[in-house]
């Protein structure tokens, strides 16, 4: 699949349309050089692209291409593809969620993408939000102008964030065609939920709960999952169907990913964003988490643009800490 397709995009509300494609795009300032928590060593920062020059992530302008370190080379992958020969701009767009990996000094060694899912839109609804579905995945458009632009079977790649309630609240949409053709290849990413002998549930969020979509499957699907899938394990799911048929799509493949939550031991973190489920504990001991993934705050935690208060479900934030033992240790939380 070639990386990049035809590009326009809605920068800030102003909507550039040529030809098929289209982008959504955060905007914001650059804010603030500190990376990995704010160590400024090793770690890893995943959130929206919102600048280049080299690129910048969660306020932080990594080094890439011209303006890396000596000895340094960026390490470009998009969508399980190297492209680490080609220059930020040309392979990346403003609100693709990517996960970087960097080094002190904020040299950037590796820049991964995956986009949420690719599919033609099957439904649109309007409402208290937008919204609309590829492959049994709901996705919301906060851009209304963006969303009167789709139409039934544009076929689709989306890059955002797990809300809440499940759904992709998409911070790019590329429109890749404007319908399928027979044979083409579509995906949805997502975590396995509900497992049986022939099939399980997708969706964005660890647990299961919110949105998600059935998974028929068999043994040549699985050929690439040594040991079959398992409940929790996060999924590329590969099918033909172009909508699910029955409450259910066929897998033609399904392979093992690395959800962009799932950190080493001991990583200095900087991790963009929506809060999944209320808040507990009291005080400054508090449990959350951000697309499933747990965080954890003590009386050390500092907070930037909101109280611990405004930790509420679907709130945008960026969590900067530790990974210690399976949960995000906070030290510093920065609401967007």
Same mark, same amino acid.
């Given at each position: 699949?070639?990386?990049?397709?035809?590009?326009?995009?809605?920068?800030?509300?102003?909507?550039?349309?040529?030809?098929?494609?289209?982008? %959504? !795009?955060?905007?914001?300032?650059?804010?603030?050089?500190?990376?990995?928590?704010? +160590?400024?060593?090793?770690?890893?920062?995943?959130? @929206?692209?919102?600048?280049?020059?080299?690129?910048?992530?969660?306020?932080?302008?990594?080094?890439?291409?011209?303006?890396?370190?000596?000895?340094?080379?960026?390490?470009?992958?998009?969508?399980?593809?190297?492209?680490?020969?080609?220059?930020?701009?040309? %392979?990346?767009?403003?609100?693709?969620?990517?996960?970087?990996?960097?080094?002190?000094?904020?040299?950037?060694?590796?820049?991964?993408?995956?986009?949420?899912?690719?599919?033609?839109?099957?439904?649109? !609804?309007?409402?208290?939000?937008?919204?609309?579905?590829?492959?049994?995945?709901?996705?919301?458009?906060?851009?209304?102008?963006?969303?009167?632009?789709?139409?039934?079977?544009?076929?689709?790649?989306?890059?955002?964030?797990?809300?809440?309630?499940?759904?992709?609240?998409? +911070?790019?949409?590329?429109?890749?065609?404007?319908?399928?053709?027979?044979?083409?290849?579509?995906?949805?990413?997502?975590?396995?939920?509900?497992?049986?002998?022939?099939?399980?549930?997708?969706?964005?969020?660890?647990?299961?709960?919110?949105?998600?979509?059935?998974?028929?499957?068999?043994?040549?699907?699985?050929?690439?999952? @040594?040991?079959?899938?398992?409940?929790?394990?996060?999924?590329?799911?590969?099918?033909?169907?172009?909508?699910?048929?029955?409450?259910?799509? +066929?897998?033609?493949?399904?392979?093992?990913?690395?959800?962009?939550?799932?950190?080493?031991?001991?990583?200095?973190?900087?991790?963009?964003? %929506?809060?999944?489920?209320?808040? !507990?504990?009291?005080? !400054?001991?508090?449990?959350?988490?951000?697309?499933?993934?747990?965080?954890?705050?003590?009386?050390?935690?500092?907070?930037?643009?909101?109280?611990?208060?405004?930790?509420? @479900?679907?709130?945008?934030?960026?969590?900067?800490?530790?990974?210690?033992?399976?949960?995000?240790?906070?030290?510093?939380?920065?609401?967007?």
């Amino acid at each position: 699949m070639n990386p990049r397709g035809q590009t326009a995009r809605l920068r800030c509300g102003v909507l550039l349309l040529t030809l098929a494609s289209f982008g %959504l !795009s955060a905007c914001g300032g650059t804010g603030s050089e500190f990376a990995g928590g704010g +160590t400024g060593g090793t770690g890893i920062s995943s959130g @929206p692209i919102t600048g280049f020059g080299s690129v910048v992530v969660n306020g932080v302008h990594f080094r890439t291409d011209d303006n890396v370190a000596p000895g340094f080379v960026t390490k470009k992958m998009f969508n399980g593809m190297d492209n680490t020969s080609k220059k930020d701009r040309d %392979l990346f767009r403003v609100g693709m969620v990517v996960t970087v990996r960097h080094a002190p000094d904020n040299n950037a060694v590796e820049i991964e993408y995956r986009d949420n899912l690719e599919g033609p839109v099957a439904t649109k !609804s309007t409402g208290t939000v937008n919204t609309f579905t590829v492959l049994g995945q709901i996705v919301v458009v906060d851009d209304a102008a963006v969303f009167a632009s789709l139409n039934r079977n544009d076929v689709v790649e989306v890059s955002g964030f797990g809300d809440a309630a499940g759904r992709i609240r998409a +911070t790019y949409i590329e429109r890749k065609q404007q319908s399928p053709h027979s044979g083409d290849e579509f995906e949805v990413k997502g975590f396995v939920s509900g497992l049986s002998s022939s099939g399980f549930r997708i969706g964005p969020l660890p647990d299961g709960s919110g949105s998600t979509v059935t998974v028929s499957y068999d043994a040549a699907a699985i050929s690439r999952l @040594p040991g079959g899938p398992a409940n929790g394990m996060y999924v590329q799911v590969t099918t033909t169907d172009t909508e699910p048929a029955g409450g259910s799509v +066929t897998a033609t493949r399904v392979e093992k990913l690395v959800a962009r939550t799932d950190f080493p031991e001991k990583t200095a973190v900087d991790l963009e964003g %929506l809060v999944t489920t209320p808040r !507990s504990g009291s005080g !400054s001991v508090l449990s959350f988490a951000v697309e499933g993934k747990r965080v954890q705050t003590d009386t050390n935690t500092e907070f930037a643009g909101g109280t611990a208060a405004d930790i509420q @479900p679907d709130a945008r934030l960026q969590v900067q800490g530790t990974e210690t033992g399976g949960i995000l240790a906070a030290a510093r939380i920065i609401f967007r």
